[in-house]
Nanobody, 125 residues
Framework: QVQLVESGGGLVQPGGSLRLSCAAS????????TGWFRQAPGKEREFVAA????????LYADSVKGRFTISRDNAKNTVYLQMNSLKPEDTAVYYC??????????????????WGQGTQVTVSS
């Protein structure tokens, strides 16, 4: 079992920055892939970024490449999503997820086994 709790969301102006955190507990954190997804009102959940268990490999959606950075601190059981140059279209609920079976970084939501409750990010002037 893995428990995931996101934090760090909020209201930010276009062009601003936020850093999301996802604190994990349960299964050994350094043994699984973690990812970030987001879901805007009326839209399907979409992939944002993922990171391997070691932090050595990352994957990003084209829409956030160059603006967002995913990282993890295995000593703190936490994964981060640094979001810069935020745009109104980044507004969504952001979810942290864990993939515990294959060790492959994935962009498909159905491959993830555990999910957090989400944190709201609103980009607006």
């Amino acid at each position: 079992q893995v428990q995931l709790v996101e934090s760090g969301g909020g209201l930010v102006q276009p062009g601003g920055s936020l850093r999301l955190s996802c604190a994990a507990s349960g299964r050994i954190f350094s043994s699984y892939v973690t990812g970030w997804f987001r879901q805007a009102p009326g839209k399907e959940r979409e992939f944002v970024a993922a990171i391997s268990w070691s932090g050595g490999r990352t994957l990003y959606a084209d829409s956030v490449k160059g603006r967002f950075t995913i990282s993890r601190d295995n000593a703190k059981n936490t994964v981060y999503l640094q979001m810069n140059s935020l745009k109104p279209e980044d507004t969504a609920v952001y979810y942290c997820a864990a993939e515990v079976n294959t060790g492959r970084i994935e962009g498909r939501a159905r491959k993830y086994d555990y999910w957090g409750q989400g944190t709201q990010v609103t980009v607006s002037s």
